[in-house]
């Protein structure tokens, strides 16, 4: 069984390969055809143009929806996950550690 998934999975991965360089190459022809028919301008612009995003920017479109993403599984995990943890804080190890560590000796002892 575990064979035929991987025949599928390396099927998938080689036809998205396929499809991908099939439409590059598409594009590429499409653009070469697509060349011949702009006009030639000989009068150079009167003044350049300004960059739109010019200067320093803090993330633009990848900060924004992370920042998003992460409230909502923050919302989320503080409705799931509180109750397991509200009121323990970091505190209560130490009687699991004196139990792990007393169990630790008595095989010691043993051994």
Request: proline fraction near 6%.
């Amino acid at each position: 069984m575990n064979s035929h998934r991987w025949v599928v999975i390396v099927g998938a991965i080689l036809f998205a390969a396929i499809v991908g360089v099939m439409a590059y190459n598409a594009g590429i022809a499409h653009g070469i055809a697509q060349s011949g028919k702009m006009p030639a301008f000989n009068a150079p612009n009167p003044y350049p143009y300004p960059y739109p995003y010019y200067g320093w920017h803090f993330g633009g479109f990848f900060f924004f929806p992370f920042l998003f993403i992460a409230f909502w599984l923050l919302v989320v995990r503080g409705l799931f996950w509180r109750r397991g943890w509200y009121g323990r804080g970091c505190g209560g190890y130490e009687a699991r550690f004196d139990e792990w560590h007393r169990q630790s000796h008595e095989r010691m002892k043993e051994a």
